[in-house]
């Protein structure tokens, strides 16, 4: 139903350590590099990572205008009930994601 590809944008190669930031370059556009320097910049907690949960969910809210999108188990399922890419992305074909 719906393509994907590899690419990695960090400037430097790496596979780890970054995937918050690789993930939003990926889905909006922005340079890798700008990106860096803003979230690092608009950090909520300084004492956290940038990769925080708390930290890339502010960035994404605040900065980026990003709205969470949230799925919630069905009723009388197994509460390991997976949501599949595809299911999400049928929902909301108009919509860039950050998975």
Do not use: Q
């Not at 709205?67 to 919509?95: E, F, M, Q, R, S």
């Amino acid at each position: 139903m719906f393509s994907y590809r590899y690419f990695n944008p960090n400037p430097r190669g790496a596979f780890t350590g970054d995937c918050v930031k690789r993930a939003i370059v990926v889905a909006t556009g922005m340079d890798y590099r700008e990106l860096e320097k803003s979230m690092n910049a608009s950090k909520r907690n300084k004492e956290l990572a940038y990769n925080c949960r708390k930290n890339w969910e502010h960035y994404l809210r605040v900065h980026l205008k990003f709205t969470k999108i949230g799925y919630v188990t069905p009723a009388k399922t197994n509460t390991w009930h997976v949501t599949t890419i595809d299911k999400v992305l049928g929902d909301y074909p108009h919509l860039t994601f950050v998975l």
